[in-house]
């Protein structure tokens, strides 16, 4: 699956969403709602990794709800959401960013220009 497949998927499945039995669907949120989300599961996500490698925490698997796969999970879910609601081509903006990055820092490069 390439990210904009990845992307669709996302979109198809948040669609269908709910928090029980409230009204809040999934896939209605803003951006500023996305990145707030986002930002929450970022933390998330360095509390996970400070655990795992700092303290040594064992990894958990999919079923542990902070288990560090989890919580990747969780930010690319949302990452993709919000290219999605503020019309971003993830793919296509990565590739753009790896060019500007291999233009910048490529090792290539700063070893024929010494």
Same mark, same amino acid.
């Given at each position: 699956?390439? =990210?904009?497949? %990845?992307? @669709?998927? =996302? =979109?198809? @499945?948040?669609?269908?969403?709910?928090?029980?039995?409230?009204?809040?669907?999934?896939?209605?949120?803003?951006?500023?709602? &996305?990145? !707030?989300? &986002?930002?929450?599961?970022?933390?998330? %996500?360095?509390?996970? /990794?400070?655990?795992?490698?700092?303290?040594?925490?064992?990894?958990?698997?999919?079923?542990?709800?902070?288990? !560090?796969?989890?919580?990747?999970?969780?930010? !690319?879910?949302?990452? %993709?959401?919000? $290219?999605?609601? $503020?019309?971003?081509?993830?793919?296509? /903006?990565?590739?753009?960013?790896?060019?500007?990055?291999?233009?910048?820092?490529?090792?290539?490069?700063?070893?024929?220009?010494?």
């Amino acid at each position: 699956m390439d =990210i904009r497949e %990845l992307q @669709h998927f =996302i =979109i198809e @499945h948040r669609a269908k969403w709910s928090f029980g039995d409230s009204d809040k669907i999934f896939g209605n949120e803003t951006p500023e709602q &996305l990145m !707030l989300g &986002l930002s929450a599961e970022i933390g998330e %996500l360095a509390g996970t /990794v400070i655990r795992e490698y700092r303290y040594g925490r064992p990894r958990g698997g999919m079923d542990d709800k902070s288990s !560090l796969p989890n919580e990747v999970a969780d930010v !690319l879910v949302l990452l %993709l959401a919000l $290219c999605n609601a $503020c019309d971003v081509d993830p793919e296509e /903006v990565l590739k753009n960013k790896v060019a500007m990055n291999d233009a910048r820092f490529c090792q290539e490069k700063a070893s024929i220009s010494r």
